[in-house]
Nanobody
Framework: QVQLVESGGGLVQAGGSLRLSCAAS????????MGWYRQAPGKQQDLVAT???????DYAESVKGRFTISRDNAKNTMYLQMNSLKPEDTAVYYC??????????????WGQGTQVTVSS
């Protein structure tokens, strides 16, 4: 069974930075597309960013220029560098993995989520 474990969430002031990590096990990490989603209280889950198995990236408009998604296939880990954080970025952040999922948005595996809280 594929396991995805997020880490790096926390409380930060507006304008600050955080880096989230998603560690994968029991999977051929390098062939999978990866993604970050987030869900704020009372709101639907939204796509934040994706990265394909060959490193192509895509971002939600709300985070372009502030967030950077990356991956280290040697470490089976994906990252989300979040800069210039805003209170509206407050949410539980989830990582996801799947074959060709960056295009189809059908993900095979999900992490348990990590809370990010941005204070004003």
């Amino acid at each position: 069974q594929v396991q995805l474990v997020e880490s790096g969430g926390g409380l930060v002031q507006a304008g600050g930075s955080l880096r989230l990590s998603c560690a994968a096990s029991r999977m051929l990490f390098r062939i999978n597309d990866m993604g970050w989603y987030r869900q704020a209280p009372g709101k639907q889950q939204d796509l934040v960013a994706t990265i394909t198995n060959d490193g192509s990236t895509d971002y939600a408009e709300s985070v372009k220029g502030r967030f950077t998604i990356s991956r280290d296939n040697a470490k089976n880990t994906m990252y989300l560098q979040m800069n210039s954080l805003k209170p509206e970025d407050t949410a539980v952040y989830y990582c996801a993995a799947g074959l060709k999922s960056a295009r189809t948005k059908n993900w095979d595996s999900w992490g348990q989520g990590t809370q990010v809280t941005v204070s004003s």
